[in-house]
């Protein structure tokens, strides 16, 4: 199987790249996109056949958990609970863009997306077409890197193609993300908030927020 490429061209063109990714991810394809840091491989965190797919194409370990992408504030209220009120401050002041937080999960999300921690990290994504995507289907994706697990994270389709071509079904071009950083991740599951990987957004714009 070699995988499938299509180059983001604006226009009504869009509107069907829409409808063919959107089926993609409902039949169960493990699929490439876009995000405002790197290239993302998703599939719907629901269908546990393509969630372990993730696993076997990154070649991740079982115990590290999945990152899911929203775009909205009601998808988070899905797929989490206990979400403490600093998590809205947080939503307001950075969302969309590239802050991952981790929150509770409810009983929706599988054990192997949280990879087995009950918790769950999202993120409201600034990057049209995946949002788009997401509001289409009415559902979270997941949005790991699209690399494997150890290798540099892809900031191009090419370097996509490079490490995954003919292990997932189709590639979302969308030409270069220009990201030098990941996400910044922080933990909102207990009362001592911590940044567990400082990325796009540097620790001193959160300061005011975790203290």
Request: hydrophobic share 40%; proline share 7%; charged share 25%.
């Amino acid at each position: 199987m070699l995988t499938r490429t299509i180059r983001l061209k604006g226009g009504l063109e869009e509107q069907k790249v829409l409808e063919i990714t959107a089926t993609e991810i409902l039949k169960g394809s493990v699929i490439s996109l876009p995000t405002e840091t790197f290239y993302a491989l998703a599939a719907d965190p629901f269908d546990l056949d393509a969630v372990n797919r993730i696993f076997q194409i990154k070649r991740r370990p079982d115990w590290k958990p999945l990152l899911l992408l929203v775009e909205s504030i009601d998808q988070v209220r899905m797929i989490t609970k206990n979400i403490p009120s600093v998590f809205f401050d947080l939503a307001e002041a950075f969302w969309p863009g590239p802050l991952t937080m981790i929150l509770p999960a409810t009983k929706k999300v599988p054990s192997r997306v949280t990879g087995g921690t009950g918790n769950v990290g999202i993120r409201l994504l600034d990057q049209t077409f995946t949002r788009q995507l997401i509001r289409k289907i009415r559902l979270p994706i997941i949005g790991t890197s699209a690399n494997l697990s150890g290798c540099p994270p892809c900031s191009r389709a090419d370097d996509v193609l490079a490490q995954l071509n003919g292990k997932i079904e189709l590639l979302i071009d969308s030409g270069n993300t220009e990201a030098s950083e990941p996400s910044t991740v922080i933990d909102l599951t207990s009362s001592s908030i911590r940044i567990l990987r400082e990325g796009a957004i540097p620790k001193e714009h959160l300061h005011k927020y975790l203290s």
